[in-house]
Each structure stands twice: as structure tokens, then as C-alpha cells.
């Protein structure tokens, strides 16, 4: 099962509008990553929040984490056509060198110019 | 270099083939995964190297799987008698050190397609 599951599985949106995207996860964490992928190309960072961190902005981003609820949400502001790509989360678990980063399935979003 | 770089980009092979994956981790980037990508799926971990460390392979799914890391840098994922549901998208990544808070720099990714 996966670690870290995204809600919704696809968001389409009008430029301009702000776009929220869900993440869940089920066990202890020490960092969640948010990360975007266009079509056909590798997976680019967004933002990496700690477990004791709860909200974090760049840029047009905000991501905020709730460890009681086990989830995040990753909000652009402002949406803008070239932000149609898939957003994936990652959660990073385990200890020292045996930490391992765990990827959900990812959420697609269209930005309609 | 200036990124992760992998080679082939696309790879069409016949079911039974052998076939290896190639990437060029960034500079300096002492750690190095192989994810495997299939349609509507997330990243599957398949492998880590470390420096000198033993690699991490508890993700690969067989033993037809197998991957190399020369002179701790270059990396080769090796697929022997390849399978229709190998078929996907195989990615590396590099980050400096194995820290939970390093960011993970990908290719651009393998897309291999078994006949």
C-alpha cells in the first residue's frame, strides 16, 4: 500500500484560479517533499517541509503539514498555464542512511489558459 | 555536469532481451537511486548507492534486476530477460549525501518498452 496517497487524482482549473492538492500518509515522518513532474521529464523538487515545521511558502507556493491528521496540502497561488504538470509527494522515513524517500501516485493538473 | 543525464532515452526491446540503463549522476553527488515508473503509478524505489557502502536493493522485484555503480559514479541498471511488465519509465536521481533533507535531482528517465 502506498505510504503517501494524493488527493485529488486530477484538478483542472482556469488560469489565475489557486489550485489544492491533498496528501496522506501513514506512518511517522521526518520530512514530506512535494515534487513536479511535466510530460515525459524527471521529477523536479518543489519544497520540503520538516515534521516539525506546519507551513512553508516559496514563491506561489504553500505547503502546510498536520502530523496529528498525517497529511499536507500544497496550494499554488495564481495559477498559470505552465503549471500543468503531475505533482507528487514524497515522504521520507526511516533513520540516518536508511531513510527512504516514498513517492505517491501523483496528481495531475490542467491549467486552462 | 549541469544535471542527471540518462541514456537511451527511449528503448523498444523484444520480450526475453537483456537490455542496460545508463546514468550519469551530478558531479559530486555521492548518493544514487534507480526508481521504476509504470502508467498512473508513482516512483518504485529499486536501488541506492552510497559512496563505497553496500547498495540498498531491497526495491528491485526480481533477480532479473541488477545494477552497478562504477567508480562511484556512473550507474548502469541491468534487465535481463525482460518481461512485458517491465515496461515503464525507469529514472535515476542523485542527491549529494543519503540525508533525509536532501533534494533528490532527477533525469529525465528511461522509457522502455518490451514487445
Known amino acids: 500500500s502506498q505510504q503517501g496517497e494524493e488527493d485529488p487524482q486530477a484538478l483542472s482549473i482556469q488560469e489565475g484560479e489557486n489550485a489544492t492538492m491533498n496528501c496522506s500518509y501513514k506512518?511517522?515522518?521526518?520530512?514530506l517533499q512535494w515534487y513536479r513532474q511535466n510530460s515525459g521529464r524527471g521529477l523536479v523538487h518543489l519544497i520540503l517541509?520538516?515534521?516539525?515545521?506546519r507551513e512553508k511558502h516559496s514563491g506561489r507556493l504553500r505547503v502546510t503539514l498536520d502530523t496529528s491528521k498525517k497529511s499536507s496540502s500544497l496550494l499554488i497561488t495564481a495559477s498559470r498555464a505552465a503549471d500543468t504538470a503531475s505533482y507528487f509527494c514524497?515522504?521520507?522515513?526511516?533513520?540516518?542512511?536508511?531513510?527512504?524517500?516514498?513517492f505517491g501516485k501523483g496528481i495531475t493538473l490542467s491549467v486552462r489558459p | 555536469g549541469a544535471g542527471v543525464s540518462q541514456s537511451p532515452s527511449n528503448k523498444v526491446t523484444e520480450k526475453g532481451k537483456d537490455v542496460e540503463l545508463r546514468c550519469d549522476p551530478i558531479?559530486?553527488?555521492?548518493?544514487l537511486y534507480w526508481y521504476r515508473q509504470s502508467l498512473g503509478q508513482g516512483l518504485e524505489f529499486l536501488i541506492y548507492?552510497?559512496?563505497?557502502?553496500?547498495?540498498?536493493k531491497s526495491g528491485l522485484p526480481s533477480d532479473r534486476f541488477s545494477a552497478e555503480r562504477t567508480g562511484g559514479s556512473v550507474s548502469t541498471l541491468t534487465i535481463q530477460r525482460t518481461q512485458q511488465e517491465d515496461s515503464a519509465v525507469y529514472l535515476c536521481?542523485?542527491?549529494?549525501?543519503?540525508?533525509?533533507?536532501?533534494?533528490?535531482?532527477f533525469g529525465p528517465g528511461t522509457r522502455l518498452t518490451v514487445l
Open positions: 536521481a542523485s542527491s549529494q549525501v543519503r540525508r533525509s533533507t536532501d533534494t533528490q535531482y
Open positions: 506512518t511517522s515522518i521526518n520530512n
Open positions: 517541509i520538516r515534521s516539525n515545521e
Open positions: 514524497a515522504t521520507d522515513i526511516g533513520t540516518g542512511a536508511n531513510s527512504k524517500l516514498t
Open positions: 558531479s559530486g553527488h555521492t548518493a
Open positions: 548507492f552510497q559512496g563505497n557502502s553496500a547498495p540498498d
